[in-house]
């Protein structure tokens, strides 16, 4: 197991910031793939951002120039910078790490957080 610890979700205005953080125990990223995923009320959870084992980043086309993702080797870290929210922006986000050489779909990847609310009013 590879626990996973989220923070950084809270209620904000459209167009604010945040900046979401997970932490690793026990383990370095530097052998993983990582990602952020999401899951808004009544919907599938979505791939939003990932950090490939190779150190690639990509992200949901809805997301790229507003999202920012990296990631801290040294402390096992990653990090979601979230700037021109919108409401639609809403979810639970969730981070996850895995063996998987990158990906885009949930079941790639082996290991989860538990979560972290962002609710962004209009």
């Known amino acids: 197991q590879v626990p996973l610890v989220e923070s950084g979700g809270g209620l904000v205005q459209a167009g604010e910031s945040l900046r979401l953080s997970c932490a690793a125990s026990?383990?370095?990223?530097?052998?993983?793939?990582t990602a952020w995923f999401r899951q808004a009320p009544g919907k599938e959870r979505e791939f939003v951002a990932a950090i490939s084992r190779t150190g690639i980043t990509f992200y949901k086309d809805s997301v790229r120039g507003r999202f920012t993702m990296s990631r801290d080797n040294d402390k096992s870290t990653v990090y979601l910078q979230l700037n021109s929210l919108k409401p639609e922006d809403t979810a639970v986000y969730y981070c996850?790490?895995?063996?998987?050489?990158?990906?885009?779909?949930?079941?790639?990847?082996?290991?989860w957080g538990q979560g972290t609310q962002v609710t962004v009013s209009s």
């Open positions: 996850a790490a895995g063996t998987v050489m990158n990906g885009r779909t949930a079941n790639e990847y082996d290991y």
């Open positions: 026990g383990v370095t990223f530097r052998f993983f793939a």
